[in-house]
């Protein structure tokens, strides 16, 4: 008979002495790092929703967006309060000015090193002084603090950033992020670094609409006639002011937009794209872009076979719309491979799943199985990444095939350097592809594991827009447009090099290299290649430019380079050796970094007393994410989430002992010839949930020595429930005392034969369970 080994994580048993347990299931040392849902309280003097409104002014020059970012606070209760608000920003953002407004008087902000920022933060809000704070968790992640927001106060704090845009395919995009999405944490929050606990934020239930207004003003002025202008996901009034300048504004209708990125996208006349030398002249350093435009893509005559294995993201986050443009990429993408191709699929939840044990070649029949393995699929649990890459990696490969990953996930979760690092040192010779899904989508994990696996992102919001980028997929998968790419430069005194050594070029993208130069603006630039079989080569002439003070924005995009170089995707043990030149960096061009903060104080003591409630602000569930991204329950505005995923609130009545269902998560290991999907059926306890509780509540007592020397703590009980229901192999997987051990141990031996065993696909099968039993005096 065959078997299958299946880890499956269920419970959470709790032994409280002599207290009704009235709200949480796990007490404060034990919380776990996650986002929860919001519940508005009854205080009317607390205003829990300080953010009123978000508006951002955007200047499109040639290629760089200059964008101010104008968040307004303002306290409707009769209590002081601190706000705390984590917004995104683009995974590029030169981040270089930030001023808060406070009635007349404006206070500018100065960047200082993260831990000082913070410690004059800090001060400032105990003595009762109005102060600004924002710091970068992510490149993409960002946070506000404002304290001391007196009642009847009206706060208005403005950041400003620049990014660069790429065309790909004579297609410029700008991206504006909206809201973070719930990111998925299985760390406790004692144990979560300084930079992690931002994670644990308050979110509005799927479809409710943000709580704080919305707004954008684009105005293009493109330096070239404009084409055509697109905005995907807002609806918008565009107005062609002349040829080459277009305003882009939100409709009315949009005005609680803010749950989902803003995506405009312009195509210049004749499917230009702006090519060729930006300098600036600063006081003391001079800064140039280089842009050359690579040629169209050669189709070959030849190209050989490739094993495609796929991952694919089915936790909780990606239930219902994400997980549906997921199936209709998947499909795309492997009903079109060649009969040469080899393919696989692995499902990750809290666990993975494997389609087939080898690669299998695509023809008609493996084809048909693999459509129906994903068709199964319905979303739920979290989302561990890590070990799903780590499973991936380590399959063995198909000898002379090119191999090829493709992930596809909403990317919310909070380990993204250590899946750099994973992929880096795992990777070989393959290439590693993304296919960010969704509405708000992670998109620093998104183009990082892109950026270490040496492929190319995209983002899918919606079916269409996956169908279209999985043909433009198979079109930069079955041929570079530019390889073996050298830059050299005559006669042109440069330093300071960004992008030395310059990747293979995947889509009509163009080459980008940024510097420093001294001495005159003369010489040249020789960029050589190989598209398909033929030699590429490119001259520019630096005499045809000159140097233009609209350009200043240059020096801010090349130290955002090097920071992004040294720390965005940098190994994880390197983080401490560029922790200094990071904020060197920072420091001299006033940017925001990882290591450096904006801060802003000002002068007047407004609040004497010193005391104010912090209120972390309320986040919309990004457009078409479900409840299922943070689980099931409620807590008031500020408390984090106590189990996982969301605080599993518990019923009054219920009184010393009590056992709390709280999640499903899959870990499986199946080892078979044949196809399968997640396992259907988990392990039951006969006559179900309120008979096992019950089963506890007689037969758990809490060692009377344990007791005496004050003893607690959780101890985790492994075991395998058989196909007919008994178990063996109970073993402890994490102790806490040897009185606790053997209490635990004794009574899950106690459930033997008490067990409706688990099945796959109408087979019983093994079931391996892990069951943390909590002792707490």
């Known amino acids: 008979m065959k078997t299958f080994a299946v880890k499956i994580t269920i419970l959470t048993l709790t032994l409280l002495l002599g207290v009704l347990f009235s709200s949480y299931s796990q007490t404060e040392e034990d919380q776990s790092l996650s986002p929860y849902f919001f519940v508005q309280s009854d205080d009317p003097a607390l205003d829990k929703l300080p953010l009123k409104s978000t508006n951002a002014w955007v200047v499109i020059s040639g290629v760089i967006a200059d964008i101010t970012v104008t968040q ?43 831990e000082k920022a913070r410690q004059d933060y800090e001060q400032a809000r105990q003595n009762g002084q109005s102060a600004s704070l924002l710091e970068q968790q992510r490149p993409n992640v960002f946070q506000m603090n404002v304290a001391n927001i007196m009642p009847g106060d009206e706060i208005k704090v403005e950041m400003k950033y620049t990014e660069l845009l790429m065309p790909d395919e004579g ?117 140039f872009l280089l842009m050359v435009q690579p040629p169209k893509q050669v189709k070959p005559e030849h190209i050989p076979p490739r094993e495609y294995i796929f991952i694919v993201d089915v936790s909780g986050s990606m239930m ?46 493996n084809i048909k199985s693999a459509i129906g393995f994903l068709n199964k699929q319905s979303g739920g649990g979290g989302t561990e990444l890590l070990p799903a890459l780590k499973r991936a990696l ?54 990082g594991m892109t950026h270490v696996g040496k492929g190319f992102p995209f983002v899918a919001t919606n079916q269409a827009d996956a169908l279209q980028k999985s043909i433009k997929f198979r079109k930069y998968i079955s041929n570079p447009v530019l390889t073996n790419i050298k830059v050299e430069f005559k006669g042109f005194d440069v330093y300071d090099l960004e992008s030395v050594v310059v990747p293979d070029v995947f889509s009509e993208r163009p080459v980008l290299i940024y510097g420093k130069y001294q001495g005159g603006v003369f010489g040249s630039i020789e960029l050589t290649g190989k598209t398909g079989d033929k030699d590429f080569l490119w001259n520019l002439d ?46 001299k061009y006033d940017l925001l970094t990882a290591y450096t903060s904006f801060i802003a104080i000002d002068s007047e003591i407004r609040n004497e007393s010193g005391n104010s409630t912090t209120v972390n602000q309320l986040l919309p569930l990004p457009e078409g994410v479900s409840n299922n991204a943070l689980g099931y329950g409620s807590a ?34 199946i080892n078979d010839e044949s196809i399968f999907s997640v396992m259907e ?38 075991f395998i429930v058989n196909e007919d229901g008994s178990i063996d192999k109970i073993t402890i997987v994490r102790s806490v005392s040897k009185l606790l051990d053997e209490e635990a141990l004794r009574v899950i031996k106690l459930t033997n034969g008490k067990w409706i065993p688990g099945s796959q696909r109408g087979k019983l099968v093994k079931v391996s369970m892990t069951i943390p039993v909590k002792f707490k005096l």
């Open 72 to 114: 307004v606070y303002k306290n409707e209760g009769t209590r002081p309060i601190e706000a705390i608000y984590v917004f995104p920003g683009s995974t590029r953002a030169a981040v270089y000015a930030m001023k808060m407004t406070i009635g007349e008087r404006t206070i500018l902000a100065k960047i200082e090193e993260r």
């Open 171 to 287: 297609v410029y995009e700008f991206v504006y992020p909206t809201v973070v999405g719930p990111r998925y944490s299985n760390k406790l929050t004692d144990l979560a670094d300084s930079n992690e606990k931002w994670v644990a934020n308050p979110y509005t239930k799927e479809g409710e609409l943000p709580f704080y207004s919305f707004d954008i003003d684009v105005h293009l002025k493109a330096g070239m006639p404009v084409k055509d202008v697109i905005c995907s996901s807002h609806e918008t009034n565009i107005q062609f002011l002349n040829p080459d300048e277009v305003k882009i504004e939100l409709k009315d209708a949009e005005k609680y937009g803010g749950n989902r990125d803003f995506i405009l996208k312009y195509r210049l006349r004749g499917e230009q794209i702006e090519s060729g030398l930006l300098l600036y002249e600063g006081e003391k350093e001079n800064f």
């Open 320 to 365: 219902g719309f994400p997980l549906d443009v997921s199936k209709s990429l998947l499909k795309d993408l492997i009903g079109n491979l060649r009969p040469t191709d080899r393919f696989n699929i692995l499902l990750f939840a809290g666990g993975s799943s494997l389609f087939s044990e080898s690669s299998l070649n695509a023809n008609e029949t």
């Open 394 to 447: 380590a399959l063995q490969g198909t000898e002379d095939y090119a191999r090829t990953f493709i992930i596809a996930t909403d990317g919310y979760v909070n380990v993204e350097k250590e899946a750099y690092d994973l992929i880096r040192s795992n990777l070989g010779t393959a290439n590693f592809f993304t296919f960010g899904i969704g509405s708000s989508v992670n998109r620093f994990l998104i183009e």
């Open 542 to 587: 630096i005499k045809k430019y000159t140097r233009d003070r609209s350009n200043s924005g240059l020096q801010y995009l090349w130290a955002r380079e090097r920071i992004r170089i040294l720390d965005d995707y940098s190994n994880l043990a390197m983080n401490d050796n560029h922790k200094s030149e990071i904020t060197a960096l920072g420091l």
């Open 636 to 669: 008031s505005a500020g408390i984090m989430s106590r189990n996982g995923r969301s605080p599993n609130v518990m019923n009054k009545s219920m009184a010393n002992l009590i056992a709390v269902n709280e999640s499903i998560e899959f870990d499986m290991e």
């Open 681 to 718: 059926t988990s392990p039951k306890f006969k006559n179900g949930e309120e008979a096992f509780r019950e089963f506890l509540r007689s037969n758990l007592n809490y060692p009377e020595e344990a007791k005496t020397k004050g003893i607690e703590g959780t101890v985790y009980v492994e």
